[in-house]
């Protein structure tokens, strides 16, 4: 006879003031960090996986159902009715081989590491595919390595990306260090437009009017040939 058979056949019953004391198990938190920790192994063994992602001409497998449930972009791709629903290979041309694996790992495990060798890479990635919590802690990483070597470059960066909170602390920096970011490459790179919006900021840390007038001297005098006629302005 089996266990369970003997086990059926036993009945109890609890005293009936004991019909109100109830127990509640809560281990959501235990059992996700191990049902996707168990998900990952799957994942890096290549078991009951059913999508593979083709970046680079190299192949990421993983299980649509974890990539929707933590990633936006996939979501929309597996639930609507998108070309790439029912592909068991989808081809992305947006992102680079390390920055996809960096984001799908971050799907199973929450971890990922921004370092100033990653942070351009992992943002562009997490604005393409809508992951806008790890966008907003580049955002912030960006805010505090801010340096008058590189605010500009910043600034144009995340511009493009349309992050208002770090073009905006960029904008500030370059107001209090004008003195030093105009003395900068950076700044003799900058298109006519961006040379004009930044010499018109209000609130520029200068020592006088002068200051401003060189800066865009020294712009100009970088490539007189071409910027000469921009002198008027």
């Known amino acids: 006879m089996s266990v369970d058979s003997k086990v059926s056949g036993l009945r109890?019953?609890?005293?009936?003031?004991?019909?109100?004391?109830?127990?509640?198990?809560d281990q959501k938190q235990s059992l996700f960090s191990q049902a996707f920790a168990a998900l990952n192994e799957l994942r890096c063994n290549g078991q009951l996986c059913d999508i593979v992602l083709v970046v680079e001409g190299r192949k990421i497998s993983a299980h649509r159902v974890v990539l929707a449930a933590s990633i936006p972009y996939f979501r929309v791709m597996f639930t609507a009715e998108m070309l790439e629903a029912n592909q068991t290979e989808v081809v992305l041309q947006e992102l680079d081989y390390?920055?996809?694996?960096?984001?799908?790992?971050?799907?199973?495990?929450?971890?990922?590491?921004?370092?100033?060798?990653?942070?351009?890479?992992i943002m562009i990635g997490a604005n393409f595919l809508q992951l806008d919590g790890v966008a907003e802690k580049c955002a912030e990483y960006l805010q505090t390595r801010l340096h008058t070597s590189n605010a500009l470059a910043i600034r144009a960066f995340c511009s493009a990306l349309g992050c208002r909170?770090?073009?905006?602390?960029?904008?500030?920096?370059?107001?209090?260090?004008?003195?030093?970011?105009?003395?900068?490459?950076?700044?003799?790179?900058l298109s006519v437009d961006d040379v004009v919006e930044l010499l018109c900021m209000d609130g520029l840390y200068v020592e006088s009017e002068e200051a401003v007038f060189e800066a865009a001297f020294r712009w100009i005098q970088h490539d007189r040939?071409?910027?000469?006629?921009?002198?008027?302005?």
């Open 12 to 25: 109890f019953t609890l005293c009936t003031e004991d019909d109100d004391d109830i127990i509640c198990i």
């Open 225 to 233: 040939e071409k910027r000469k006629k921009y002198a008027s302005r």
């Open 165 to 189: 909170a770090v073009v905006a602390a960029a904008d500030r920096f370059v107001q209090k260090h004008f003195m030093c970011v105009s003395r900068c490459e950076e700044f003799l790179q």
């Open 98 to 121: 390390e920055t996809l694996e960096q984001l799908v790992s971050f799907a199973y495990c929450g971890e990922l590491r921004i370092s100033a060798g990653n942070v351009q890479s």
